[in-house]
């Protein structure tokens, strides 16, 4: 193992590669801790210190970005409009003729598709960081039990004034812009996929906070026990996300001129886990929006609460509660099902296979092809629709078990981009050293 770490950085082109990809996660963890305009930093971190361990409404986000979102800083916003934005694109391609067409162009439509993308990110970076500093000055970015203290004068006078909250706006709203465009310069010129490995970083850096205040709220039995768990579970995450069905394929022989063509076998495959992480930000994003839109309907002082606001903030704020957990396993086992059938099209397969005269052995070509690829992924979607489900729902299950975050770094979502990111860099380290030594990373 050493000997191939040590080929990597033997290798001039994979090691200026890898040099400049952690040069710029440097500067982006960098921006990170850089607040943005009228921002009070002392107070910020005052209201920091004495929220934490909590579980507020952003804290998922907070988790994508680093830690940023709650810091208040240039890249608070993170990565995340740039994954709506991206979701949004890829969605709209079933509803717009348009952005189908564009997509199956090849090169030219991608970079097309790749372009109303980038768009989209300003225009939800400019939505959700006007968002941000509307719930910063009304106290209540920390949850409705922080409302008042350090935790109301996170913005200063001058970031009050319509100059003040339009600067603010337009630093957070550059610093995504500033975020993709570090992401396309690591896929282009780096190694790996750039987008995938800011996340990355940004969860990995939120390690150390979770666990410190795993191990001091709950001693060192817990933390051994916690860090233990989280291996396993992140066992059978790369075992679940390495499975796959293959569907064999064999291409029928044909003779052009003196030359033949086909008669080769291939297979198709099929993840368990096709959908990847969508189906868990698609969960967590809308069930957000109760506790979003209840956050906004606070009554004011004297005033009663309403009925509903109560229900929602004692049911669907916190996830220790049986109904937020089986919402949110339900919501995910349903987005699975709709991720996946809107991003694998069996009738397109079915059609090129008949095109290049392949074959499914035993399946007659065309429409029994279609439908013998529908039923293959309608069932081996469930066992990875229920293995998203669950693995999401261990977070949920630490904060009602130990007090932990809900979104604390060693659980769900955050263990299936890590595995999934991981594979992906190391997949892709492998292929260039083989192409220059004949033998990869791994034997």
């Not at 839109?293 to 049986?322: C, K, M």
């Not at 919501?331 to 074959?359: H, R, S, W």
């Not at 029994?368 to 081996?380: G, H, K, S």
Request: aromatic share 12%; charged share 10%.
């Amino acid at each position: 193992m050493f000997n191939a770490i040590a080929r990597v950085f033997r290798t001039p082109d994979l090691r200026r590669k890898i040099g400049f990809t952690l040069g710029i996660v440097a500067l982006f963890r960098l921006g990170s801790f850089i607040p943005a305009p009228f921002v009070d930093f002392q107070n910020v971190q005052a209201c920091l210190a004495q929220n934490q361990g909590t579980s507020g409404l952003y804290d998922l986000v907070n988790t994508f970005s680093g830690g940023a979102l709650l810091q208040l800083s240039v890249f608070a916003l993170g990565i995340m409009p740039y994954i709506t934005a991206s979701i949004i694109v890829q969605l709209l391609r079933v509803v717009i003729p348009r952005f189908e067409t564009l997509y199956k162009e090849g090169q030219s439509g991608q970079a097309k598709l790749t372009q109303y993308t980038r768009y989209l990110t300003i225009a939800l970076g400019i939505l959700q960081s006007t968002t941000l500093i509307t719930v910063a000055r009304s106290g209540a970015l920390f949850g409705t039990n922080a409302t008042s203290g350090v935790c109301s004068d996170l913005i200063t006078a001058a970031g009050n004034t319509w100059y003040g909250m339009i600067l603010m706006v337009l630093t957070m709203t550059a610093g995504t812009g500033l975020i993709m465009w570090m992401g396309e310069l690591i896929t282009e010129r780096g190694i790996g996929n750039g987008m995938s490995l800011l996340i990355f970083t940004s969860i990995i850096a939120t390690f150390p906070t979770s666990l410190s205040a795993i191990a001091t709220a709950q001693g060192w039995n817990v933390f051994a026990l916690v860090i233990l768990i989280a291996l396993v579970v992140m066992l059978a995450v790369v075992f679940v996300e390495q499975s796959q069905r293959r569907i064999p394929v064999q291409y029928a022989k044909r003779m052009v001129g003196r030359r033949t063509y086909g008669g080769n076998n291939t297979y198709i495959p099929i993840k368990v886990n096709m959908a990847g992480v969508v189906p868990v930000i698609f969960a967590s994003s809308l069930l957000y929006l109760p506790a979003l839109i209840a956050q906004f309907n606070q009554p004011a002082a004297g005033e009663e609460i309403q009925p509903w606001v109560t229900w929602i903030s004692n049911y669907l704020t916190r996830g220790d509660h049986p109904l937020y957990m089986l919402l949110f396993f339900l919501l995910i086992v349903g987005f699975t099902y709709f991720y996946v059938a809107i991003t694998f099209n069996p009738e397109e397969v079915a059609d090129n296979m008949k095109k290049y005269g392949g074959f499914i052995p035993g399946i007659r070509a065309g429409r029994p092809t279609a439908e013998y690829l529908d039923y293959v992924l309608t069932r081996i979607t469930l066992p990875g629709s229920l293995y998203l489900g669950l693995v999401s729902l261990i977070p949920l299950v630490a904060f009602s078990a130990l007090g932990a975050s809900q979104n604390f770094a060693l659980g769900g979502t955050s263990i299936l981009i890590i595995v999934g990111v991981g594979l992906e860099t190391v997949k892709q380290i492998d292929a260039q050293l083989q192409q220059r030594h004949y033998e990869g990373l791994l034997r």
